[in-house]
């Protein structure tokens, strides 16, 4: 573990870490509870946060005086990638793919096809958790504008591919 903050005789002690300019506690500890706040957080600020309180004089009771606290910080998707693979020809099979490079949790992926002919698509056409569409037969009435859309409960980034069969 590693020490972010302490008050000792009523003086508080920010330690030299990354969390240093950007950590402090809520309120003032003598009149309110032990909270503390992390601004401009970051996903490495992520894991597991420990306080522990011990009063002078008092005694010390294993456990009694921890509390624990895991913290994920989670980071919207990046922008996707989104990429044909085959030759987009009448009568072939090809696929789109879709990856955001960043995102926690891992981003989830919806493939649509944009109007005038609006088309959303399932299993086993399209992998969610991969980012791929695959289009089988492909005929002239398959050309439009695919936009992928990646989403996590951080946020959503949309990324398209114009298919010309």
């Not at 009063?55 to 009694?64: N, S």
Request: net charge positive.
């Amino acid at each position: 573990p590693v020490q972010i903050l302490s008050v000792i005789g009523g003086v508080v002690k920010v330690e030299e870490t990354d969390l240093k300019s950007r950590v402090g506690f809520l309120y003032p500890i003598e009149t309110h509870n032990i909270s503390l706040f992390i601004n401009a957080s970051r996903e490495q600020d992520s894991g597991q946060y420990m306080c522990t309180v011990n009063v002078v004089d008092d005694i010390i009771r294993m456990h009694k005086n921890v509390g624990l606290i895991n913290l994920t910080v989670l980071v919207p998707p990046a922008t996707p990638t989104c990429q044909l693979h085959g030759n987009a020809v009448v009568g072939a099979n090809v696929t789109l793919s879709c990856s955001s490079k960043k995102g926690k949790p891992s981003p989830m992926y919806q493939w649509q096809r944009e109007p005038p002919t609006l088309q959303v698509f399932f299993p086993p056409a399209q992998d969610r958790a991969k980012g791929t569409l695959k289009l089988t037969n492909l005929s002239l009435e398959m050309s439009g504008v695919y936009v992928c859309r990646a989403e996590n409960q951080a946020g959503s980034k949309n990324c398209s591919i114009v298919l010309e069969v």
